[in-house]
């Protein structure tokens, strides 16, 4: 049996993709490899950010004409996503409810803090159960056409000039089937972008980090709303530890290393809920789950449409945009695929919307990125504390950490010199590469 299009991977983009495609008739299969689709073990953000500004920069993104931000629609059963600038056929109805949040807030081993915004009184994201929005979506391509295979993965993937051959294993065995084209939506560490040839020359910034998050209940924070909080203790983790949502009415305490260091994530999460300034928020917290993931830290390519395939997601990038940008490039890849079956210029469209939307593509992000350095890494627990106590005191605030330092450039060299050297980066090094 010949498809015209086989999604493989059914997380946002994935399941995007192939709800897209069969709602417009395309004879569409999505493959996952896991065997319950209702559930995501590997962690995955469930924060869904609103707003025009981006991962290194809270301002917005004015280079980029394409980007791809949501909005919300929020009833008492239901809510609606929608892709600001994509056709109608983009909304996503969803179950569960959306947990807002009201502020990134950064704080200090002492207890200073700051936040990115002025006021607590607007909505900055919402953390959403994401496993029930991308099952949603997998049931909706169901009923739109789409075969859906749970517990099956693509072992082999070739492109010829007369379509995509694929080996899929199960249970049941070894299939191989053919298809006019496929989307690619296996996430990082693809081998199949790797068997494809995208990755040939695409260099490595750093090792791969790694990930663990504890799923929480009865986290007592002392901010009256939802917020995502940046814990910053050198002295327990060079880095942050972050603490947000995570639906329904629980939280997700979350660190990170690189994946060549002999941290002990759980080690260190373990250590700031029983033996750190922050550990009376957790007296009353159980561990509900732990989950871990990988990252890899190469920079995006330039083209993730080529031949018969269209690659969406973080299988080429470093993050796609977080969930966003994710259901946007997976609607997209399969608009721009049935444009290519038609005849039409599939690959050319999408690779532009790719290059006009993805915030790495921004040189306005990518300048804050190479100029500030994060404090938790160059900076000891007394020089956080005062660091922290100064953007407190002056009430800055109208971005991230790093939009707050380079905005308040002189003033933070006048009145604090030692630690504004180690910080800033005088020049910054040449902006990240992509792969061509």
């Keep these: 049996m010949k498809y015209d299009l086989i999604v493989i991977g059914g997380g946002p983009g994935g399941a995007m993709a192939a709800r897209t495609a069969a709602r417009d008739g395309l004879k ?16 995955c953000s469930r924060r869904l950010v609103i707003g025009p500004g981006g991962f290194m920069s809270g301002k917005a993104i004015t280079d980029l004409d394409k980007r791809i931000d949501v909005t919300f629609e929020i009833d008492h059963e239901r809510y609606v996503l929608r892709l600001k600038g994509l056709p109608e056929d ?3 109805e969803c179950h569960g409810w959306p947990e807002p949040y009201f502020n990134d807030t950064h704080m200090s081993p002492s207890g200073y803090y700051f936040s990115e915004k002025a006021t607590n009184n607007t909505f900055c994201g919402f ?29 082999y993937i070739e492109d010829a000039a007369e379509g995509v051959r694929v080996k899929l294993v199960s249970d049941a065995g070894e299939e ?16 199949l972008v790797e068997m494809l040839g995208f990755n040939k020359g695409r260099p490595t910034w750093a090792p791969p980090i790694k990930g663990l998050a504890f799923i929480l209940d009865n986290v007592e924070t002392p901010f009256p709303e939802p917020r995502q909080i940046e814990l910053c203790c050198p002295s327990l983790h060079k880095g942050s530890v972050s603490l947000g949502c995570w639906p329904p009415g629980r939280r997700q305490l979350l660190c990170s290393a690189s994946s060549q260091s002999k941290v002990n994530l759980a080690d260190v999460l373990n250590k700031f809920m029983t033996d750190s300034p922050f550990s009376s928020w957790f ?3 159980h561990v509900l789950d732990r989950q871990g993931c ?11 449409a080529r031949g018969n ?15 966003k940008g994710a259901l946007g490039y997976g609607y997209q890849a399969a608009k721009m695929s049935k444009l290519a079956l038609e005849g039409g210029d599939g690959n050319g469209q999408f690779n532009d919307f790719w290059q006009r939307s993805y915030e790495a593509f921004s040189r306005s992000q990518v300048a804050v990125y190479a100029l500030v350095n994060a404090p938790g890494n160059v900076l000891d627990d007394a020089e956080v504390d005062t660091l922290f106590k100064w953007v407190q005191d002056k009430h800055f605030s109208g971005g991230k950490p790093a939009d707050i330092f380079l905005d308040n450039r002189e003033q933070f060299k006048a009145e604090l010199p030692q630690i504004a ?13 992509t792969a061509g």
């Design 283 to 285: 007296r009353n917290s």
């Design 127 to 155: 953390a959403i159960d994401k496993d029930t929005l991308v099952f949603g979506i997998i049931n909706e391509a169901e009923k739109a056409g789409c075969e859906v295979r749970a517990g099956t993965r693509c072992d």
């Design 294 to 304: 990988n990252m890899d830290l190469r920079p995006q390519v330039q083209e993730i």
């Design 421 to 433: 050297a180690k910080i800033l980066r005088e020049g910054g090094p040449p902006g990240r590469p």
């Design 28 to 43: 569409t299969l999505l493959v996952d490899k896991r065997k319950d689709l209702s559930r995501i073990t590997r962690f």
């Design 176 to 191: 191989s089937l053919e298809a006019s084209r496929a989307v690619v939506a296996d996430g990082a560490f693809s081998r």
């Design 90 to 92: 983009s909304v996503i």
């Design 309 to 323: 395939i269209m690659c969406v997601g973080d299988n080429l990038a470093f993050v796609e945009s977080g969930i």
